[in-house]
Structure formats: structure tokens, C-alpha cells
């Protein structure tokens, strides 16, 4: 999946576009080397951003303090950073929403 960076640090970073108002938060697929993802909140007030960082927290099993948003706090288009250890997890989980 070319939408996650390794870093010389132990965090990844993964580049998504984020779709707001959405029915529901899931991942929807990979388009132009970025995870998209549907977001179930306004993007007004941060509401977006939090719903993004909890919807990846229990994707990911892991506490949100662990997510931080490092580029596109006004944008569609952001870039997240996670601990490495949960690459793996990330992309089992992409995997298997791509096959449904």
C-alpha cells in the first residue's frame, strides 16, 4: 500500500482523503496513493478530525493519543502518524475491506 511512509522514527504515516457527512465512518479504498476513508461528521469545529482520530483508534486497537494528524487540519487530504507497530494491523484491515 503505497498510502503508508516508513519514517526513521518507530511511526508510520499514511496519507488519506477523508470524506465527511458520511452515513457511516468505514474505509473505502485506495485512490491516488491515499487510504479514503468516509467520515460520519460535520467538518466544522475539528468534529471531523475527532471522529477520523476515534474511527482509526478502534480500527487499529490502539488509544488515540498513539494518532497524531500532522498535515491537513482544513484539508480533506491528511496525513496521519501511528506507532510502526500497528502497520501490520493497518493493512490486514485494508485488505480485508477491499475483498468484500
Known amino acids: ?13 499514511i496519507n488519506l482523503k477523508i470524506t465527511p457527512k458520511a452515513s ?4 473505502t479504498g485506495i485512490k491516488e496513493n491515499r487510504l479514503c476513508i468516509r467520515i460520519a461528521a460535520q467538518p466544522e469545529n475539528g468534529k471531523a478530525n475527532e471522529c ?10 490502539c488509544p488515540k493519543r498513539d494518532i ?12 496521519v502518524s501511528i ?3 500497528y502497520k501490520e494491523k493497518l493493512l490486514g484491515i485494508a485488505d480485508t475491506t477491499f475483498l468484500l
Not at 52 to 61: A, E, H, I, R, W
Not at 68 to 79: F, N, P, Q, W
Open 52 to 61: 477520523l482520530t476515534t474511527y482509526l483508534s478502534k480500527m487499529l486497537n
Open 83 to 85: 506507532p510502526a507497530v
Open 24 to 27: 457511516k465512518s468505514e474505509i
Open 1 to 13: 500500500m503505497q498510502s503508508i511512509e516508513n519514517t526513521a522514527t518507530d511511526t508510520i504515516h
Open 68 to 79: 497524531a494528524l500532522i498535515k491537513g487540519e482544513h484539508s480533506r487530504l491528511k496525513t
